[in-house]
Nanobody, 117 residues
């Protein structure tokens, strides 16, 4: 089992920045992928960005150039630096963890990000 604890959400004005953090604990040994998804009201959960333990990243087109994912393997922590936020970024942001070889999903409790215009 893996437990995920997120922090860093909040209310920010358009054009502002926030940094999300997620710490994983439990059975975290081995090749893994950590990242962020978001779910806006009335919409399906969508990928924001992920990062393999080896460093390979994936990100959604609508956040490229504004959001940066990074991680500390030593701290089992993944970060999401979000810059130039827009109201369309308003959502609950969920931390996600997957581990080789089964790549089962583990989810955090979610953190609310609200961007006012």
């Amino acid at each position: 089992q893996v437990q995920l604890v997120e922090s860093g959400g909040g209310l920010v004005q358009a054009g502002g920045s926030l940094r999300l953090s997620c710490v994983a604990s439990g059975n975290t040994l081995g090749i893994n992928r950590m990242g962020w998804y978001r779910e806006a009201p009335g919409k399906e959960r969508e990928l924001v960005a992920t990062m393999l333990s080896g460093g390979t990243t994936t990100s959604a087109d609508n956040v490229k150039g504004r959001f940066t994912i990074s991680r500390s393997n030593a701290r089992n922590t993944v970060y999401l630096q979000m810059n130039n936020l827009t109201p369309e970024d308003t959502a609950v942001y969920y931390c996600n963890y997957q581990r080789s070889p089964r790549w089962v999903d583990y989810w955090g409790q979610g953190t609310q990000v609200t961007v006012s215009s």
